[in-house]
């Protein structure tokens, strides 16, 4: 049984930072994309950022990039969301998504196969 478990989200203040990490457990992911979504309340889930399988390329949302970076360990099977100069606009619920095709480029919409839970992340102003 696949599992993608979040961890890392919490409440900081504005300008703060948080790192949040995502588990893998159930198969390897190592050849598959991986993402990160969000969701605030009243709002569609929206794109953060993804990898591809090895690492080496990554994407991100408009509002995002300069402060998040998106890596993967492919060894524990975890892909991380460092997320820098928070902002209350970046309250949501967290989101961990894979993919399960062999693709050219990750999918930057919510077509991923497998998804996590979710972990809160809260940013006071």
């Known amino acids: 049984q696949v599992q993608l478990v979040e961890s890392g989200g919490g409440l900081v203040q504005a300008g703060g930072s948080l790192r949040l990490s995502c588990a893998a457990s159930?198969?390897?992911?190592?050849?598959?994309?991986m993402g990160w979504f969000r969701q605030a309340p009243g709002k569609e889930r929206e794109f953060v950022a993804a990898?591809?399988?090895?690492?080496?390329?990554?994407y991100y949302a408009d509002s995002v990039k300069g402060r998040f970076t998106i890596s993967r360990d492919n060894a524990k099977n975890t892909v991380y969301l460092q997320m820098n100069s928070l902002k209350p606009e970046d309250t949501a619920v967290y989101y961990c998504?894979?993919?399960?095709?062999?693709?050219?480029?990750?999918?930057?919409?919510?077509?991923?196969?497998?998804w996590g839970q979710g972990t809160q992340v809260t940013v006071s102003s």
């Open positions: 998504a894979a993919d399960n095709r062999i693709r050219a480029t990750p999918p930057l919409t919510v077509e991923y196969a497998y």
């Open positions: 159930g198969r390897t992911f190592n050849w598959y994309a």
């Open positions: 990898v591809n399988w090895s690492g080496g390329s990554t």
